[in-house]
Every structure is written in structure tokens, then in C-alpha cells.
């Protein structure tokens, strides 16, 4: 079962992967979206009121946020192209191991978004990132895997829908707000320079919605994909 | 949910027991009930909206039923209405996924049933580049990757060419020889009529009459059809 589980998972996400590598469809608009929305981040705030360090860890993760969410709405629109799923369903997998699979896709493409995306921002913002670069990672990991794992769940619920694209993000913003609010609190203070150690309030509150989303979302997936 | 699943004797590969199927208020599929035997290959007949697809993607457990059980015994493929393939991947990469997901990925079976259906040439290329007859001949393939016991088919000879019919002919007549069993809806009867043991009439989603091939063909089993029409 658990082998079945976790080949279901690698056999999904390789061929997610695949796909978006041969069209690179959900990759050049996030590349694109993430440039523009820190271009315009940089230019629209008037430097003598807002300093640099104040309006960064909001641009950051708006950026990460809707330049993600490109990615995640494309995840159950492939399958839906051909129906495809169904003759993934029809299969004795492991439904679970499709979920995982679809979230392992998406934390692999949201990853790569963010990685290009952290020395834009620096060069941007002029902010120093390589400091507080490991703890910068691991709290974007966290509040990463927080809004990806939910972003699978709502885009497997709404492809079937008629404007799939628009609901994604209307159904997905207020689950995103508790780990977003986090991960600027925490990014704001690592580029301040202060410890990790003190954030732990917020390091607690993104585990704590890890562990719950990631819970919720592997028991209702399979009442998602049902008729 | 308190309907007793019945028993399957080892040769039925399929049973349908008061299947009901509703759409809103709309009831596409009305009571229906059969059984599918081992190296039976069930035709079923039915006009445009008559339930056909509904019937199938029921069989596939695709959708639930409104009431009523469908109980499959052993391993299923499905040719659909659509075509389930992923259009960015080749034909080859398309097979070896969903051959890994029914556990059947070696290469040498995914170049043998790439050669039996004439795709051979075509295995490197993505499946958008594919004509409606090969993303067909494509279906059949994935659709026997595992070597399935019962084989669900939804108008199979839908855009296929002569060659192409022929092929999936030959397949479908292969698997009858090995005791498969085939249930394949179609509007499309002198393609398959020669292939039927027996032949379902499928109106307004009820089953008229399940009976027999009995020698009939394609025009016999039309006037049988629109005689249980006329009917009601």
C-alpha cells in the first residue's frame, strides 16, 4: 500500500513536471506576473515615506501568493483537458497517492517560481537576503507548503466549474491569509536582521495550518474527485 | 445502500442489478439489469441520448448510481467517449504512466501493443499531433496495457478510417478468442455486429430487450430496435 502510495505520487508528479517543462505555460506567465508585480511594488512606493525594508516582505509574498497561484489553477485543468483523470480513477491507486502526487508537482513548480523570484526581489529591493537566506528558506517552505497543499484541494474542486481560473483565487485568498500574515511578520524580521527565535509565536501558527491543512486536504480529496 | 450486492458465479464478469441513474429530475438510466459472462461480447444499441455513455461510465464507476449495484469481477480497461490522454505527451510517455499506474509499464509491452495497433511510427510523437483514428487506435492500447478481464467501450469506431476499424476489429475479436468479455455501446452496428453474442436495447435509458445475436445482422437487429421503439 504505502509502495502503491508513494509511485502513485512520484508517477503523478513526474508527469505533471514533464508537461509543464514541454509547454512551460504556468511557468513563463508566473516568471512574467512575478517581475511585474515587483516592478510595480518598486516603483509605486514613494521612497522618502516608505523605506525599502517596510514594503518588501509584503511585495515578497503578494508575489509568491498570485504568481503561485498561475501554477496551482493549471494542476487539475491538464487533467480535465482530455478527462484524463477518469482514466486515473478508474485504476485501484490510491486516490491519496493522486493528491500527493498533484501537491509534490506544485511544490516542485512553486519552488523553482520563488527561487527565481528571491534574487529579483533582492535586486529590487536592495535588501539583503544571503544572511538570513536558510531561515528566509524555511519559512517560505512552511507557509509554501501551507497555501500549495489547499491550492491543490480548491483547484480539483473548482476545474469542474465554468469560470475554474476566477474561483481559484476567490475560494483560495481567505484560507492564504493566516499563513501569508505569518510569513510577513517572520520574512520582516529576518531581513531586520533578528533571530528566528523570536518568532516562534508565528513559526507555530504556519506548523499549526501545515499540519491542519495538509490533514484536511488528504481526507477530502477523495469526496473532491467523485462525481 | 441496503440492496444486497449479489453473488457472482466465476464465469460473470459484470452484473447490473436495478441500476437507476438521475440527472436532476431527468432519469437517464431506468432499472436496468444484465449480466456479462466470460468471452460474451455485449453490444448495446441505443440513439443519441438513449444512455449509452451514461451506461458505460456506470459500468466504469465513474458514476455513482442513484440506486442499484454494479459489481465487476476482475481487472477493467475503458475506451471512452474521450480520449484521457494527455496531449504535451507522447505516446509512448502516455502509455508508461498510466502503465504504471495499473502496474503493467514494462517496454516490451508498451512497444507490443504499440505495434498491434499500428502506432509504432508514432510512439515519440505527442498525442496532440494525432489524428482522431490514431488517439482511437491510442485508447485501445492504454486501455489493454494490463491485459484487462472485461473490456467497457464507448463508440469505439467513432473517426476511424477502414485500416483503423480493421485493427480495432482484430483486437476486440482477440480478446473474445481469450474469454474476454466486451460490453461496447455503438450506434455504429455493422462494424461490430459480426463480434456480438448478444445485443442489448438500450431506449430512453431502459433496456428493452437483452438478447441473443442469433445470427441477426446489423439491419435485423435496426428493425428489432425500431420495433421496440415504436413499442414504447
Known amino acids: 500500500m504505502a509502495s502503491s502510495l508513494l509511485n502513485t505520487a512520484l508517477s ?28 510595480i511594488f518598486y516603483f509605486s512606493r514613494d521612497t522618502t515615506v516608505v523605506s525599502e525594508l517596510d514594503i518588501a516582505p509584503s511585495a515578497l509574498w503578494v508575489t509568491f501568493t498570485f504568481a503561485s497561484m498561475l501554477g496551482l489553477n493549471r494542476a487539475f485543468l491538464l487533467e480535465q483537458e482530455n478527462r484524463a483523470i477518469d482514466a486515473i480513477l478508474i485504476t485501484d491507486v490510491p486516490r491519496t497517492g493522486v493528491f500527493l502526487g498533484k501537491v509534490l508537482g506544485n511544490l516542485a513548480f512553486v519552488a523553482v517560481v520563488e527561487l527565481i ?12 537576503i544571503l544572511r538570513p537566506l536558510p531561515a528566509l528558506l524555511a519559512v517560505t517552505a512552511m507557509a509554501t507548503l501551507a497555501f500549495v497543499t489547499v491550492g491543490t484541494l480548491l483547484s480539483a474542486m473548482v476545474v469542474r466549474t465554468r469560470f475554474a481560473e476566477l474561483m481559484l483565487p476567490v475560494l483560495l485568498l481567505p484560507f492564504l491569509v493566516p499563513p501569508v500574515i505569518g510569513a510577513v511578520q517572520i520574512t520582516a524580521g529576518l531581513l ?27 481526507l477530502l480529496f477523495d469526496a473532491t474527485v467523485e462525481e | ?25 431527468r432519469r437517464v438510466i431506468r432499472n436496468l439489469t444484465l449480466d456479462v459472462e466470460a468471452g460474451s461480447v455485449l453490444v448495446l444499441i441505443g440513439h ?23 459489481t465487476r469481477e476482475g481487472s477493467f480497461g475503458l475506451v471512452a467517449h474521450d480520449s484521457m490522454f494527455y496531449d504535451s505527451l507522447t505516446a509512448k510517455e502516455n502509455l508508461r504512466f498510466f502503465g504504471n499506474l495499473v502496474g503493467s509499464a514494462e517496454s516490451s509491452r508498451i512497444e507490443e501493443l504499440l505495434l498491434v495497433t499500428g502506432l509504432t511510427e508514432h510512439a515519440e510523437r505527442r498525442v496532440e499531433a494525432f489524428s482522431r483514428g490514431m488517439v482511437q487506435r491510442l485508447t485501445m492500447a492504454r486501455a489493454l496495457l494490463h491485459d484487462p478481464e472485461l473490456l467497457l467501450l464507448d463508440e469505439p469506431m467513432t473517426g476511424l478510417d477502414d485500416a483503423a476499424t480493421t485493427t480495432v476489429q482484430r483486437l476486440l475479436a482477440d480478446l473474445a478468442s481469450r474469454n474476454r468479455s466486451i460490453v461496447l455501446a455503438t450506434h455504429h452496428l455493422p462494424e461490430v455486429v459480426h463480434l456480438a453474442t448478444e445485443v442489448g436495447f438500450l431506449v430512453s435509458g431502459e433496456m428493452k430487450a437483452l438478447e441473443p445475436i442469433g445470427g441477426r445482422d446489423s439491419r435485423a437487429l435496426m428493425d428489432r430496435y425500431r420495433e421496440l421503439v415504436q413499442n414504447g
Do not use: H
Open chain 1, 12 to 39: 503523478v508528479a513526474a508527469k505533471d513536471l514533464r508537461i509543464e517543462w514541454r509547454t512551460k505555460t504556468a511557468f513563463a506567465s508566473s516568471i512574467v506576473f512575478a517581475v511585474l508585480v515587483l516592478a
Open chain 1, 117 to 128: 523570484t528571491l534574487p529579483l526581489f533582492a535586486l529590487f529591493f536592495n535588501v539583503p
Open chain 1, 192 to 218: 531586520a536582521y533578528r533571530p528566528l527565535s523570536d518568532f516562534s509565536g508565528w513559526l507555530r501558527l504556519l506548523a499549526s495550518f501545515d499540519i491542519a491543512f495538509v490533514a484536511a486536504c488528504l
Open chain 2, 1 to 25: 445502500m441496503n440492496e444486497r450486492v449479489p453473488q457472482i458465479s466465476t464465469t460473470i464478469r459484470l452484473s447490473v442489478r436495478g441500476l437507476n441513474r438521475r440527472f436532476g429530475y
Open chain 2, 48 to 70: 443519441n441520448g438513449a444512455g449509452k455513455t451514461t451506461l458505460i461510465r456506470l459500468l466504469a464507476g465513474l458514476l455513482k448510481p442513484t440506486s442499484g449495484t454494479v
